[in-house]
């Protein structure tokens, strides 16, 4: 037997096991995947992954947590259940001055005064814009529509500080 015929088999172990070592070393360490990984576990699940996270102290975060367990209850409203919860948002987030306006302007405007619209949008986001004499302000911004030049609406929506609850919104013009 020749000194090639005998590498062989121990250059293929040693490959084989460079490999194995290079694939495991990032699945211990907790850090990225390796191609492979990537490859086989794209067809178990959705193409984009979605993350979010939040903190309950944050008067933004509460805006935005708002807006979409709102919008949520909206959007479905053919379940009988989803009037019962877009009031019992507004009951938890709102304060009482507030839900008086937003009830004043949904009647001399027969809108939705949270949204500033007769119908739902398809998407939201909300950004802090800034804060003052006990308040902060964020903007919430409504995407209507997809495609490529989606219509959109904006909101300043004003929370005290100390109770985190939204005490004003404003359609931004």
Avoid at 101 to 120: C, S, Y
């Amino acid at each position: 037997m020749s000194i090639r015929n005998r590498m062989t088999p121990l250059t293929t172990v040693a490959l084989g096991a460079g490999l194995v070592l290079a694939a495991v070393t990032p699945a211990l360490a907790g850090t990225a995947h390796t191609a492979a990984h990537a490859t086989t576990t794209a067809a178990a699940r959705p193409a984009a992954v979605t993350t979010a996270q939040g903190d309950p102290r944050n008067v933004t975060q509460r805006v935005a947590d708002f807006y979409g367990a709102y919008i949520d209850a909206v959007w479905d409203g053919e379940d009988p259940a989803s009037a019962t919860d877009a009031k019992a948002l507004r009951g938890f987030y709102l304060t009482a001055s507030a839900r008086k306006k937003v009830t004043a302007w949904e009647h001399e405007n027969h809108a939705d005064g949270i949204l500033f619209a007769q119908n739902t949008p398809v998407k939201w986001k909300a950004a802090y814009t800034g804060s003052g004499m006990g308040h902060a302000t964020t903007r919430v911004t409504l995407t209507w529509s997809d495609g490529k030049h989606p219509e959109v609406t904006r909101i300043d929506v004003q929370s005290d500080l100390t109770t985190r609850k939204i005490t004003d919104l404003r359609q931004v013009r």
